[in-house]
């Protein structure tokens, strides 16, 4: 495996990676500056920040583990950077709405108190 650190190196966006954070490992989707476990958004144990290293996941034939979207004015399907880029809004709003299903706001005021 090619371990890669988040802050020289990141995957695309949505792409399942196998990520290792202080000696636990997990599988995660990077959304923006955040990595979301999967598929524990509510458990105790899910993980959003960067990982300390990461590694592309081998998928078994016609797998590609990776997050895609289906636009209604346009044909074919299309990955979480390129939502990103097209619709900024639409893209905001799905990394919004993931962030709050994790309640990280809550988690840091929790950290912060």
Request: charged share 25%; aromatic share 16%; with cysteine.
């Amino acid at each position: 495996m090619n371990w890669k650190t988040p802050k020289e190196n990141k995957p695309p966006q949505g792409l399942k990676v196998l990520c290792v954070r202080t000696g636990d490992f997990y599988v995660a989707q990077r959304f923006g500056e955040y990595w979301l476990s999967i598929p524990f958004y509510d458990s105790v144990f899910r993980q959003f920040q960067p990982p300390d290293l990461w590694t592309f996941i081998e998928f078994p034939d016609n797998y590609k583990g990776v997050l895609l979207f289906g636009l209604t004015d346009q044909d074919g399907l299309i990955t979480l950077d390129e939502l990103e880029k097209l619709c900024p809004e639409d893209y905001e709003t799905f990394v919004g709405e993931n962030i709050d299903l994790f309640d990280i706001k809550a988690d840091f005021n929790e950290i912060l108190s």
